[in-house]
């Protein structure tokens, strides 16, 4: 069955530092999404993209935050200057179409620690 | 999207059918229900989604009333591996929709044995 891949499955960085998870959706999705999830919190939505762009932030997704799909295959999150309250797993999704009844597949996640 | 409301906990033997409920009382004609799940700490799962007639796959059963303002999601035989949190989202499908989904705090099952 295909999956979205996440890496790294754990990173660990010092407050300030640039942090970026990198995401393979399946290989036919054209819609992609960030989300995170605080410990003991709920899914909470980042971002979606579309067509090179973002189609629609929340508004965790500030100034801090960047998205890009550099060569047609990963797709990436970007914490440009990291705090401690970024600390959270960062889950990955993709879908066909956002038309109709879509299905997000979700990836393992990656689990970002900071120090 | 309508709200959706799922009690925070339930409990369910092993073997036993799982029945999770779902109130969306608010809900519109073009809003499907759909059903995630997640265990531990994974990305959330896939499990079944409706718009008004019930569904079947081979994971679970979705049962949606003819009003639409509830339903319930069934585990027909839960194994200990089903212990997660459930989540119900209801989504308004369009051209202006982006197609994310919108969680709340689900419910949580425990399956003992």
């Known amino acids: 069955e295909p999956e979205v891949t996440q890496t790294p499955s754990h990173q660990v960085t010092q407050m300030g530092q640039e942090v970026i998870l990198r995401c393979v959706p399946i290989s036919n999705h054209l819609y992609f999404y960030w989300y995170r999830q605080i410990l003991g919190q709920k899914v909470e939505f980042l971002v979606s993209?579309?067509?090179?762009?973002?189609?629609?932030k929340s508004e965790i997704f500030d100034d801090q935050f960047s998205v890009e799909r550099p060569d047609g295959s990963n797709f990436t999150l970007k914490i440009r200057s990291t705090k401690l309250e970024d600390s959270a797993m960062y889950f990955c999704a993709s879908t066909t179409t956002s038309f109709g009844a879509n299905v997000l597949t979700f990836g393992a996640g990656s689990r970002l620690t900071v120090l | 999207d309508a709200k959706t409301t799922q009690p925070p906990s339930m409990d369910c033997a092993e073997g036993r059918a799982a029945n999770l409920p779902c109130n969306h009382s608010t809900i519109s004609g073009n809003e499907y229900v759909y059903w995630y799940r997640q265990i531990h700490s994974q990305g959330p799962q896939y499990i079944i989604h409706g718009l008004k007639n019930n569904e079947t796959n081979e994971m679970a059963s979705l049962i949606i009333t003819e009003d639409r303002k509830s339903s319930t999601l069934i585990l027909p035989h839960a194994t200990l591996r089903d212990t997660a949190v459930y989540y119900c989202?209801?989504?308004?499908?369009?051209?202006?929709?982006?197609?994310?989904?919108?969680f709340g705090q689900g419910t949580t099952l425990q399956v003992k044995p």
């Open positions: 993209f579309y067509n090179n762009e973002i189609s629609e």
């Open positions: 989202i209801v989504r308004v499908v369009g051209s202006s929709n982006t197609g994310k989904l919108i």
